[in-house]
């Protein structure tokens, strides 16, 4: 796989315009008076207040609600479905199954849809196979439950450790491997290893993990006519607008997707689901609104996950600290589709240090489960959970700091693109050394090596590192940024603001190079009707891509507003420039005029300014960096873990807003957390295959016992005058990456053993612990 | 907490009774979920579709409204009367986003049914407003950013304005298991921490809201 050419994950399948470049360069900002401080969201008031309106939250004149009949078993065949009682139920408007009349309308065809919307052979548990509209849920639940379906169930096979055996069950015709495996090498990794003064091998495994963002998958269907709106939770309207009208296949023109507020996603909601076709059908059917929101189960069982990850690695160094050779083996599932089951998830063995041998291979096989989507950081944090101990093994084995082993191994460039082009900036090295200065490395090191070892509690401190090979935004993406005569300002952008902060962030851009209140600029966001194209909020790639756009766009009507000025004044445009959203002359300080009181500009009644995303560097790689730091707790008689702090060093290139930059930070160490110690998908492999704990009190989200209680974050900013015009690089997804890899160092340090598996809950660990013991 | 939920009367008049006399506080709210988990043994059995009257003080202002017995308070708050602040993110009691206060404790919205409400004081986030005015609680999660995509924020609001209705004053591990029952997937739990601490600080300077 060569990271450039392929398409970045979250645009599988997604037809992309060109946008044109933008006509001038614009510098990056020297210092700035609104960029990167601490200002409330722009949004807030929405989210706090209640009256935000979500997908969920929308109710419309006439509408009726969906319910979803999905197959209980792993792995089945419809036989047949009779929908006759559930019709005759008081409230029932439509069912729709693969055995409908209408079996043209139920044949819709997408990516993402995969066979058939109603499937009759269903490989996974929470397969669709019939829907209900009715007046209420209660009564679409009451018909659902009406449905009588006739199942031939067939052999399941749960676990890609034991699907690739000669009798495991068949989940395709074709085999259980996905493809031949993927691979990858540079140098010679054998005389690599004989090089090195030791070598290490270790078998690692993380859990599959479940996005459930807390607002549930689910669109809102409207038909006028031909002309359909769609309400949905998405990160990308217009990839909704582009599946659904595959799916049903309109015109763009026809579909208009709405997502103002969604409840998160994490890569879960990239795309169109199901659900959203569901909704457009039934509406079409009943000639009503229908709102389809999942359930909770549901989300557990089929809109996604991060795969389990099975790897291998083996690595070599010398006394010195420096690595001579590295060699992964890694195996995963995306259930029962092809759904990027191993999707990036050697990426950082082979980039993240320096070392001249390396050699990977994947393997992505099916299973009868839920197919996976992208999650924050496709296969990083597991690629991280292997690579980072492993780091930290080899240093206590040279007697090395494992942060010293690490800053011994930065990489200037990318070892493993084409041409190894150069960084435009590496700030791994400052994200270790003022992280492990602010988090006090050497004295909590030392402190808890030293601590007593009466009685059960010990501690440990660890660290762990990472990059993140997007995270540099990209064209396409336009913007409009229009003044009103009054001197106010609108902003136009599809992007959606997912949680990130990302209307405030642009926000505070205009307001830059405006010289206006970030709070009082009127936002439009989000909407294929009304907005301008931005890609799906994914990737850690919205501010970098945005912001410049905007900052383009802002750029632009600043232009046109001061060559009204000159005209109106009767001087040259060059002496003219903005300032604390006023005209002001270079030639005499007097002069200050206000945009409103310019008679031209009350003629135009509006400027419009556009901005396009420029390209990025030519033969540069753009990626943010990190290190994370924690101390934890451990009781050796319970194997309970109590995180006391964690800190997170970051180099995601300029602070844009200081309180949402902070609070990505402090999100993806609390994921992070989740991920490594209290998350886990548990299928029933030996009997009945189904997912047992597919609901919040089985299935462990960190709650607020589980986090420690603050939480550092050290922004670090190498000044990337190359990367685009803000400087700007991603937060979200290097937020999460190195974080359970730090936590399962630290409780090494702490307690001598060496967790392989996520998670680290005390049954496992006190189990680990015993075995330590001998017992 | 005297008051015998298998007293006679129907559910809606001992449920009332009920709710008033125990008061505030987070252990009265614990000790009230497990009580009515109990069946009731009295219950009248109604079709599903048979609508029942019921009057809820609902943000200060009394609103009779028909509803199936089967609707949750969740249900009928959000897409009967339009309070989508109150949101759903599971319907089954484990997320708490539905949060609302009944007489000033917090609850789970989806795992209360309407009928049950009968009488009882329901505030939701929209009634923590004074007209287009953030409360306290609010306005402290604005000032410390505590809060990402906002879905579960009006749960966790509700949840800490109750917290404080009873603990004024709270430490952190007060706090922290204020908030234990609100599910926050963005991981935003430090924040909001600090905005409880923020709402004390405002609610002590600036009174009651």
Sequence with gaps: MTLDRERPYWLEGIDLPDTPSQDEDIEPWDETKVVGKPLPRVDAYERVSGSAVYSADVVLPRMLYAAILRCPYPHAEVKSVDTGAAEKLPGVRAVLSAFSPEDAATRPHSEFIRERLFNTHCRYEGETVAAVAAETPYDAWDAVRAIEVEYERLPFVSDEREALEPDAPLVHDAGNRVAEPSTYERGDVEAGFAQADVVLEQEYRSECEIHTPMEPHGAVAKWDGDQLTVWESTQGVFNVQSGVASALGMQFSKVRVIGHYMGGGFGSKLSSGKYTVIAALLAKKTARPVKCVLTREETFLAVGNRPPSNMRLKAGVKRDGTLTAMQFWGTGTGGAYRAGGTSLLDWLVRDLYTCPNAKTETTDIYINAGPARPFRAPGHPQCAWALEQMMDALAVEIGMDPIELRLKNIPAYSQAREGNPPYTTTGLKECLEEGARSFGWTEARERSSAASADGPMRRGVGVASCLWPYGMGSPPATAIVKLYSDGTVNLNTGAADIGTGTKTVLAMVVAEELGVDPGEVQIENADTGTTQFAGASGGSMTVPSEAPTVRAAAIDVKHQLLELAAEEMNVAVSTLYLKDGKVQSTADPEVEREPSSLRSLGRRRMLTGVGHRAPNPAGKVVNPFAAQFCEVEVNIRTGEVNVLRFLGAHDSGRVMSLLTYKNQVVGGITMGIGFGMTEARVLDGDQTGKMVNKNWHDYKLPTALDVPPEVECVPVDPGDREANNTGAKGIGEPATIPTAAAVANAVFHATGVRMTGTPINPSRLVEALAAQRGE | ?209
């Excluded at chain 2, 309407?114 to 009882?120: I, K, T």
């Design chain 2, 1 to 209: 907490m005297t008051d015998d939920p298998k007293a006679p009367g129907r559910k809606g008049v001992s449920r009332r009774g009920f709710l008033t006399s125990v008061g505030t506080g987070a252990l009265s709210a614990v000790a009230a979920s497990r009580i009515e988990a109990e069946p009731t043994e009295r219950a009248e059995l109604l079709e599903g579709e048979e609508l029942s009257k019921v009057t809820l003080i609902l943000n200060g202002r009394s609103r009779q409204l028909l509803v199936e017995p089967r609707w949750s308070l969740a249900h009928v708050l959000r897409e009967e009367l339009g309070l989508t602040g109150t949101k759903v993110g599971c319907d089954r009691g484990e997320c708490g986003a539905c949060t609302v206060l009944v007489n000033d404790v917090p609850r789970y919205a989806c795992l209360m049914l309407a009928v049950e409400a009968e009488g009882a004081r329901i505030e939701t986030v929209e009634g923590l407003m004074e007209g287009e005015k953030l409360g306290h609680t609010q306005q402290a999660f604005v000032e410390k950013d505590a809060l990402q995509c906002g879905y579960c924020t009006s749960g966790q609001i509700m949840a800490v304005d109750g917290m404080l209705r009873s603990s004024p004053n709270p430490s952190l591990d007060e706090i922290r298991q204020g908030v234990s029952g609100n599910l926050c997937r963005c991981g935003a739990y430090a924040h909001i921490f600090a905005a409880a601490e923020r709402a004390a600080e405002l609610k002590r300077e600036g009174g009651a809201s």
